[in-house]
């Protein structure tokens, strides 16, 4: 693909997360269902280059950022809580679940070899926990869902990616059983055990350095510094970076200097946002290669096969949740019972299981040959687990907010709205009441600012949250007041620069902060 065709590439992405992101909010639909449909006209259009996505940018560049960001913030303290739904539904249902869709892709497709068929059943296996926690937080459902369905995508994404990266191997490797288990002691215990030692080894480094953009340079460069090696001597790159992330991010923050927390958590999102976004929209541009490749099959038949699949997954994941949860209390040692989580509780668990990125990332790595012989039924599994996206995007994440109201776990806008203002309120008294500590020097400057840091952060969140919803009757002079207010500074800024008052330096960090007071820009940011 030449420079020209790349710009072309590069523009009609950046067209479609655009268009995607502003269509999203007005048409109330999850974002990566317009990404891979504005996709997939895009690959349409007149000059459009057709394309490949070559399966090494995938591994490579993709996986490592995205499964490290997961376990860097995932929540540590909560998840043991939950330790054995965790694990329930993250090893067992993900390994069940693996050969349930590849025993139902190779039934459908009888001319799958068991070796892509279990590769395709290790892809969609995993569940994306950003589609369903952003609907369970905007609705303040039971936290302890929420770190349930968090926690299993962690820990699933490892187990899928092992059995993926398995599944390749069996492509150029006979396996026998004994040697199965061998190869699978060495990938996940040298997976684990490198990045144990990768994690230890990076927080003595990282807590030498104090320059803020070394410190967010270092956090980009540990994911490939955990995956690309462990993959080179043959171990479990996915594994290596979980646990590097995990052991990093709960070591004091990940070692991140205050001053350096809110731009990295905010770097490091947008990034993951990036990735995301651009593995849909990539999807969709090869949607038409994709089709004529399954062409020599009737459509029919390839919708049969979509459904079949896809109601496998759904139907095991709710069964799983229904029937397998409850026994788990059986299992030895001391574990939480599960007389306490309600059947209601775990139909929203089951409905939650929607795919995302890393099912993407992981179908669209298989390898176009094997030995330089095409492989047998890469576009068809493609389109397959393309469209298994696509269907539990639709049918679940559009769905979740009715189950959920449905069984009175869903709170209505206007009694979240009373709490997030609520939190608002006492935050603020907080930060004033540590201005009075500091100025009446009950505390020293050092304690007050990272006290004062810490409530500041909690702030905007809140008020970033309160800034995406609708102000009640009353209370919308106060966002015009702050819009105001923020452009009378601003004039008053640029009369300041044109007339030489004030440097350029000067006029720009005043005109960051300005930023951050603008509820206009905090709405779009969000």
Do not use: C
């Not at 953009?213 to 955990?226: D, M």
């Amino acid at each position: 693909m030449g420079p020209s065709s790349l710009f072309v590439l590069g523009l009609a992405v950046t067209v479609v997360m655009v268009l995607s992101r502003a269509l999203a909010g007005r048409l109330g639909v999850p974002e990566t269902i317009l990404l891979v449909l504005l996709g997939a006209a895009a690959g349409f259009l007149p000059g459009m280059p057709e394309t490949h996505l070559p399966p090494q940018v995938v591994l490579f560049g993709f996986v490592p950022p995205l499964v490290y960001y997961a376990a860097f913030f995932t929540a540590p303290r909560e998840a043991r809580a939950d330790a054995v739904p965790i694990i329930t539904l993250a090893i067992g249902l993900t390994l069940v679940m693996t050969f349930a869709a590849a025993a139902a892709a190779h039934w459908v497709m009888p001319g799958l070899t068991w070796a892509v068929a279990i590769a395709f059943g290790a892809a969609v296996a995993p569940t994306d926990a950003v589609s369903a926690t952003s609907i369970l937080h905007r609705l303040n459902a039971p936290p302890r869902i929420v770190t349930i369905i968090e926690g299993e995508s962690l820990i699933n994404d490892g187990v899928a990616l092992t059995a993926f990266g398995l599944a390749i191997e069996a492509f150029t490797t006979h396996y026998t059983s004994g040697h199965v288990f061998l190869r699978i002691a060495e990938v996940v215990g040298g997976g684990v055990a490198y990045g144990l030692v990768l994690g230890f080894a990076l927080t003595r480094v990282r807590r030498r350095i104090r320059d803020p953009r070394s410190q967010l340079i270092v956090s980009l460069l540990t994911p490939y510094l955990a995956y690309v090696p462990a993959e080179h001597f043959g171990f479990s790159g996915v594994l290596a970076t979980v646990t590097a992330g995990f052991y990093v991010g709960t070591r004091g923050q990940g070692m991140l200097q205050p001053a350096t927390r809110v731009p990295g958590q905010l770097f490091w999102r947008t990034l993951v946002f990036l990735l995301e976004s651009a593995l849909f929209v990539l999807l969709g541009l090869q949607v038409r290669g994709i089709i004529r490749q399954v062409a020599g099959h009737t459509w029919s038949r390839v919708i049969f096969a979509v459904l079949v699949v896809a109601a496998v997954i759904v139907i095991l994941r709710l069964l799983w949740a229904l029937f397998v949860f409850p026994l788990a209390r059986y299992l030895p040692g001391r574990h939480l019972d599960f007389d306490d989580m309600p059947w209601r509780e775990r139909i929203v668990i089951g409905w939650s299981g929607m795919r995302g990125a890393i099912s993407l990332a992981m179908v669209l790595s298989l390898p176009v040959s094997v030995h330089g012989v095409p492989l047998t039924g890469r576009g068809e599994v493609i389109f397959l687990a393309a469209a298994i996206v696509f269907v539990t995007l639709v049918g679940q994440a559009t769905t979740l907010p009715a189950v959920l109201r449905r069984f009175g776990m869903g709170e209505t806008d206007r009694a979240r709205l009373e709490q997030m203002r609520t939190r608002r309120s006492i935050i603020e008294t907080a930060l004033a009441r540590i201005d009075e500590l500091a100025e009446s020097g009950k505390v020293d400057d050092r304690t007050a600012r990272t006290f004062r840091q810490l409530y500041e952060d909690r702030l905007e969140r809140v008020r970033a949250a309160l800034d995406d919803e609708p102000e009640e009757e009353g209370l919308t002079d106060a966002a015009m007041v702050r819009r105001e207010i923020v452009r009378a500074q601003r004039e008053k800024l640029r009369g300041l620069y044109r007339k030489g008052k004030i440097g350029t330096d000067t006029r720009r960090a005043v005109s960051r902060r300005l930023d951050a007071e603008d509820p206009d820009i905090r709405r779009g940011a969000g």
